[in-house]
């Protein structure tokens, strides 16, 4: 399996429900990211997070991050149809080569 | 601000081809970028670290000759698909980091939108 596990691959629910979307990794890491895909777009910054971090907000958005599993969470509160797309987690190692290595992705669909 | 340009958002051009994508920061110094590819329904695979005035650092498994990266400018890196084939099918996308950032790997990338490339 490749650095960057995310879990679930997919993930339906109603709008208004949170939803949670995880990601665990390898290797020693500097900082985790979180990005949002829209089908057939690039990819959108949501959040970084860094190794010494442990929980990070972003209005509805809320990371955490444990370094000794390593694994790293995503929820959304208050989910709205806008918010259906594919999430990936990426890792930035600690060898500061600002290579981003990416997860394999969830894709969340938001029912109205 | 941090805005990626990448042009174009789609090309279908015939076997043999030779298919040039364009990645530009447009309100910010890019020292680094960095071109993906990415297959359907799939994550995004690392190709290649493009940097302003030298060569581009390839990944392991990825073909220089096949896949040129000029960086000539501080705004604009370019991806060359070399006579091109159908299994070079793919969505090709760019990513940017504000050189003029300290730190740089704990700051985000900034995307392109994207490249759908389909070789007939």
């Known amino acids: 399996s490749q650095q960057g596990e995310e879990d679930p691959q997919a993930l339906s629910i109603q709008e208004g429900e949170n939803a949670t979307m995880n990601c665990s990794y390898k290797?020693?890491?500097?900082?985790l990211q979180w990005y949002r895909q829209n089908s057939g777009r690039g990819l959108v910054h949501l959040i970084l997070?860094?190794?010494?971090?442990r929980e990070k907000h972003s209005g509805r958005l809320r990371v955490t991050l444990d370094t000794s599993k390593k694994s790293s969470s995503l929820l959304i509160t208050a989910s709205r149809a806008a918010d259906t797309a594919s999430y990936f987690c990426?890792?930035?190692?600690?060898?500061?080569?600002?290579?981003?290595?990416f997860g394999t992705g969830t894709r969340l669909t938001i029912i109205p | 601000g941090a805005v990626v340009s990448q042009h174009p958002s789609r090309v279908i051009c015939k076997s043999g081809t030779s298919v040039k994508i364009e990645c530009r920061s447009l309100d910010f110094q890019a020292t680094t970028m960095f071109w993906y590819r990415q297959f359907p329904k799939k994550s995004l695979m690392l190709m290649a670290t493009s940097n302003e005035g030298s060569k581009a650092t390839y990944e392991q498994g990825v073909e220089k000759d096949k896949f040129l990266i000029n960086h000539a400018s501080l705004t604009l890196s370019t991806l060359t698909v070399t006579s091109a084939h159908p299994e070079d099918s793919s969505f090709y996308i760019c990513s940017a980091r504000d050189g003029t950032e300290k730190f740089g790997s704990n700051q985000p990338q900034h995307f392109g939108d994207g490249t759908r490339l389909s070789i007939l």
């Open positions: 997070i860094r190794s010494n971090e």
């Open positions: 290797t020693s890491i500097n900082n």
């Open positions: 990426a890792t930035a190692s600690n060898f500061g080569n600002e290579k981003l290595t």
